[in-house]
T-cell receptor, first 113, second 113 residues
């Protein structure tokens, strides 16, 4: 039973436009959410995070929005650049239980020139 | 700083063989984690450690053992490898549970024949 869901396996966006990656979760015990970026043959690298007490966090071109009532978060990348082409993982941390992250399956973002 | 390093990068085992994966971090982090990633899946937590001398089970611990004898090292052992353990293994570390990102190593690609 997937607790973190990324329903779009891939997304293609034109360079310079906005990329919006979506993530849904089912476990109301999650209190911290993160986005990771992963290139082939490398480990994931941290992008941005948000606490459940906030609804928005911004860092340069990256903004994460959290809608707790809908159990939904999204990552906005503006403007999209060729180097943004990668797999993006949504991850969540729970208040109780294991201290590791629960990951979604990832969305492959392709930035078209 | 090397960050998080993993040894080896690649390994092929026969069913029933044993091996140990080594993870080392030079950031003085308390928390360390082992994840596995299978094709089309997100990362899943195998075991984790919240400090030297401690270990705990994650989501998929069966068939694996871990040890954290030194703060900077976290070892993952497979006593009797099975084809179902063919995967890419990632180690990660973090300063604390929340508010601090997890840093990932480059991964170990393991194939069990």
């Amino acid at each position: 039973d997937q607790q973190v869901k990324q329903n779009s396996p891939s997304l293609s966006v034109q360079e310079g436009r906005i990329s919006i990656l979506n993530c849904d979760y089912t476990n109301s015990m999650f209190d911290y959410f993160l986005w990771y970026k992963k290139y082939p043959a490398e480990g994931p690298t941290f992008l941005i995070s948000i606490s459940s007490i906030k609804d928005k966090n911004e860092d340069g071109r990256f903004t994460v929005f959290l809608n707790k009532s809908a159990k939904h978060l999204s990552l906005h990348i503006v403007p999209s650049q060729p180097g943004d082409s990668a797999v993006y993982f949504c991850a969540a941390l729970g208040r109780g239980g294991a201290d590791g992250l629960t990951f979604g399956k990832g969305t492959h973002l392709i930035i078209q020139p | 700083n090397a960050g998080v390093t993993q040894t080896p990068k690649f390994r092929v085992l026969k069913t029933g063989q044993s091996m140990t994966l080594l993870c080392a971090q030079d950031m003085n982090h308390e928390y360390m984690y082992w994840y596995r990633q299978d094709p089309g899946m997100g990362l899943r937590l195998i075991h984790y450690s919240v400090g030297e001398g401690t270990t705990a089970k994650g989501e998929v611990p069966d068939g694996y053992n871990v040890s954290r004898l030194k703060k900077q090292n976290f070892l993952l052992g497979l006593e009797s490898a099975a084809p179902s353990q063919t995967s890419v293994y990632f180690c990660a570390s973090s300063y604390s549970r929340i508010g601090n990102e997890q840093f990932f190593g480059p991964g170990t690609r393991l194939t069990v024949l």
